[in-house]
């Protein structure tokens, strides 16, 4: 038996959607928002793990913990600011 949760979202899924028909155009720049986001991640973590690798290695644990924090939550920014802008262009319809 199906929750009133899985109904509801049989019900919407029903009456809208969610995969649309994406243009040559939308499926590129969704492709290049993913490439530009990519890079972007690799190149802040790279930054961090760095500054991570020079605090564990003068001792400074509660700064190597601020540090493992601040990567996490770049990476959680980072993709945020990525999945905005991949939805700014699905909505060019």
Do not use: W
């Not at 509801?8 to 492709?31: G, V, Y």
């Not at 913990?65 to 699905?90: G, H, L, P, T, Y």
Request: glycine fraction near 2%; charged fraction near 45%.
């Amino acid at each position: 038996m199906k929750s009133a949760y899985e109904l509801a979202m049989e019900r919407l899924n029903s009456e809208d959607p969610q995969e649309k028909t994406l243009t040559d155009e939308q499926k590129l720049a969704l492709s290049e928002i993913d490439e530009k986001y990519r890079a972007k991640a690799a190149e802040r973590e790279i930054f961090l793990e760095q500054k991570l690798g020079d605090a564990i290695s003068k001792g400074e644990m509660q700064e190597a913990e601020a540090i493992r924090r601040q990567i996490s939550n770049e990476k959680n920014r980072i993709k945020d600011e990525c999945e905005a802008a991949k939805d700014k262009v699905r909505d060019e319809s």
